[in-house]
């Protein structure tokens, strides 16, 4: 019998990590450490517990970028539940908790951000058998951190009673401290910080939610009483949702009820909140520098470094960040770099997309890059999966003109159906329907030139689409 049901919060939008992180594509999808993405660590770490099938909560821009990773990371058989808006953590959980009840699951619920970092998985493992003996005497179990430094960026709990051996109730929840009260709190002993992780039975949530948040429970109930099943995602209904409330599991729930308590973890947890943090978390030279991509530097300390799309020099300077992509450079000093969402937001006011988007768009049958563009022509490399189609479609602006680079093209135009090769081509005029997909074992790659008085992605009109997209 399974021991957790994970409940994997990946809704998050990471703006801290910009430019690498964006909305479009947060951090919780994104390598950092130069292996799996993060939410794929956090699948990994479940390996060997015992687990029924994870129950992953995404919005909706990000459903098919995480269903990809979810398949690659071996986790098919996950739920995904697709938030219809990010309303916080605590109607999140209701929803999973009420998912969990209704197909009958009744051990505890271990929620795990998507976004962490953690250093010692046989840690984590001896810290989670002390929160399933709370959570099974009713308890909703929070992990509390074991700091190592006066930190100003994270809430925290204080231990109060002992509850045996397994864990303490929890005294208060205290929010990010100033400096002063950070020292203190770090020499006292019995603070700790709040990862944001839980272990808590269905029914003893959704029972502190009714008792301390109703509306919030009823929306949620109303949500899932109208959920529908699309393709491989679970949809809650939108309008009861919007309801709720917008919480987080802490100021709902926890620090209103007499049933928390809190298990020590000295894991070597982060949240990877910022650039400072990442820095914190990967190995570093001798000179403390973390450099990743083509990656010079001398004379210089204290660098986190991140090249994407070409060299980055640096010489005689000191604990900066500079992260560059191929389409935004930042650098900052990185004792600052927990200010970087005030910044981010600007240039949102601004109307800089570079923010929201990346040139590299992930689409369900697989992605393409902007490579060049410029008035009424834009240059993509496209990139399809085996066996991925891309919807039948036509343009009233646009006409396209495909060479493959790699694999085999099968072309719908019209009525005709046809194959095209490597370093062969073909051309789609204006306003012909048309269609693109990869009979092939190996990915299909191609090059697609546009031209046209109108070259934005809504001069797409859908006739049949196998992902559901309008």
């Known amino acids: 019998m399974p021991v957790f049901t994970p409940v994997i919060l990946a809704g998050g939008n990471g703006v801290r990590l910009w430019p690498l992180s964006r909305r479009q594509r947060p951090k ?89 970092h953690l250093a010692d998985d046989q840690a984590f493992r001896s810290a989670l058998e002390s929160a399933e003996r709370l959570a099974g005497a009713g308890h909703l179990v929070a992990f509390g951190v074991v700091p190592t430094r006066a930190e100003t960026g994270y809430g925290y709990l204080q231990a109060g009673e002992a509850l045996g051996e397994a864990g303490f109730a929890v005294a208060r929840f205290v929010e990010k401290p100033d400096p002063a009260t950070a020292e203190r ?68 729930v926890m620090e209103r009820t007499d049933r928390a308590a809190m298990v020590p973890l000295a894991a070597g947890w982060s949240d990877i909140g910022s650039w400072q943090a990442l820095w914190e978390t990967l190995p570093r030279d001798a000179d403390a520098n973390v450099l990743r991509g083509d990656v010079v530097c001398e004379e210089s300390r204290g660098l986190m470094v991140h090249a994407e799309s070409r060299l980055v020099a640096a010489l005689g300077v000191q604990d900066l960040v500079i ?5 935004a450079v930042l650098v900052a000093d990185r004792a600052r770099s927990q200010q970087l969402r005030g910044l981010v937001e600007r240039l949102e006011a601004g109307g800089r997309g570079e923010t929201r988007f990346t040139t590299t768009v992930h689409r369900p049958w697989g992605h393409y890059r902007t490579v060049d563009a410029g008035p009424r022509y834009q240059v993509k490399r496209i990139t399809v999966r085996p066996g991925a189609r891309l919807s039948l479609q036509l343009h009233h602006h646009r006409a396209e003109h495909w060479v493959v680079v790699r694999g085999t093209a099968r072309v719908t135009l019209d009525e005709e159906v046809f194959l095209v090769g490597e370093n062969a081509s073909t ?42 997209r309008e």
Do not use: K
């Open 427 to 468: 051309f789609i005029p204006v306003g012909r329907v048309h269609c693109l997909e990869n009979p092939g074992l190996i990915p299909l790659e191609l090059i697609e030139v546009q031209s046209g008085s109108y070259l934005s992605e809504d001069d797409i009109v859908r006739l049949d689409d196998c992902y559901g």
């Open 28 to 116: 919780q999808f994104l390598s950092l450490d130069g292996e799996g993405s993060l939410l794929a660590n956090t699948l990994a770490r479940l390996e060997g517990l015992g687990t029924a099938p994870p129950i992953v909560i995404c919005q909706e821009e990000h459903r098919f970028l995480a269903a990809e990773q979810l398949r690659q990371a071996g986790a098919s058989e996950a739920r995904l539940l697709l938030e219809p808006e990010g309303r916080g953590t605590a109607p999140a959980i209701a929803l999973a908790a009420l998912l969990a009840r209704r197909e009958g699951r009744r051990e505890p619920l271990l929620v795990l951000p998507s976004d962490h």
């Open 323 to 327: 992260v560059e992509t191929d389409d």
């Open 185 to 252: 709190f770090l020499a006292d002993g019995d603070h700790f910080w709040n990862s944001g992780m839980f272990v808590l039975r269905p029914e003893d949530y959704l029972d502190s939610l009714e008792a301390l948040a109703p509306a919030m429970l009823a929306a949620c109930r109303g949500a899932m009483d109208g959920a529908v099943v699309d393709l491989d995602f679970l949809r809650p209904d939108a309008r009861a949702f919007l309801e709720s409330p917008a919480d987080s599991i802490d100021v709902a």
